[in-house]
């Protein structure tokens, strides 16, 4: 489990690293938003994922927090997915501003000749 949460934990942030580097913005903001997957993925990770544990203390005997899952990664994973989804729609009323005034989608306003 922890090998294929690695794997797409890189994936996602090499993609949009990719994608950032791209001429075009529209490119740009997906970039952005798996870069940020990518960090929600690994900041849930930290909380370290167990399958099967309750979510919650019980109140009979000792608690070993081992035993349980930590839920403020999940939280703030949850917060991270909600504000990343503004901030992308954001972007994109941006982004069609700013095709509209520029006539182009290039980061730089203007097609290379």
Do not use: K
């Amino acid at each position: 489990m922890e090998l294929t949460l690695a794997i797409a934990i890189g994936v996602l942030t090499g993609s949009g690293v990719w994608l950032l580097l791209r001429p075009r913005t529209f490119q740009l903001i997906i970039g952005l938003s798996l870069i940020s997957y990518g960090v929600n993925l690994f900041i849930f990770s930290m909380g370290r994922p167990r399958f099967g544990a309750p979510p919650v203390l019980l109140t009979d005997g000792a608690i070993n927090p081992a035993d349980y899952t930590d839920p403020v990664p999940q939280a703030l994973v949850l917060t991270a997915i909600v504000i990343g989804f503004a901030t992308t729609a954001l972007f994109l009323v941006v982004l069609l501003v700013s095709r509209g005034l520029t006539g182009s989608d290039h980061v730089d306003g203007r097609e290379p000749r």
